[in-house]
């Protein structure tokens, strides 16, 4: 059974960090290509990194380097290190995955597994 738990959610002030991690089960994350994607109230959702299985990673544009997202293999575990951020990045964090091989993609039909969430609050 695929199982995304995501943690590392929380209040932070403006130009600070955080660091989510994304528990999986049910599959090896090297196995899939996997994304984080956010939504903050009355908005979409959107993609904001993608990771594919060679490694190869995307970013959505609006984020101007301050993410990085990762892979940790051996703990079965997708990361997403949040440096700098800004009151625009309050959202709820999702982690999902593709349930098959693909060039990164923020495309959201792409991800068929998806966690329940973890909320990021960054205040001024």
């Known amino acids: 059974q695929v199982q995304l738990v995501e943690s590392g959610g929380g209040s932070v002030q403006a130009g600070g960090s955080l660091r989510l991690s994304c528990a999986v089960s049910?599959?090896?994350?090297?196995?899939?290509?996997m994304a984080w994607f956010r939504q903050a109230p009355e908005n979409e959702r959107e993609g904001v990194a993608s990771?594919?299985?060679?490694?190869?990673?995307m970013y959505v544009d609006s984020l101007e380097g301050r993410f990085t997202i990762s892979r940790d293999n051996a703990k079965n575990t997708l990361d997403l290190q949040m440096n700098s951020l800004k009151p625009e990045d309050t959202a709820m964090y999702y982690c999902?995955?593709?349930?098959?091989?693909?060039?990164?993609?923020?495309?959201?039909?792409?991800?068929?597994?998806w966690g329940q969430g973890t909320q990021v609050t960054v205040f001024s």
């Open positions: 999902a995955a593709a349930g098959g091989h693909y060039y990164p993609t923020l495309s959201e039909t792409t991800y068929h597994y």
């Open positions: 049910g599959f090896g994350t090297r196995d899939y290509t």
């Open positions: 990771l594919d299985v060679d490694g190869r990673a």
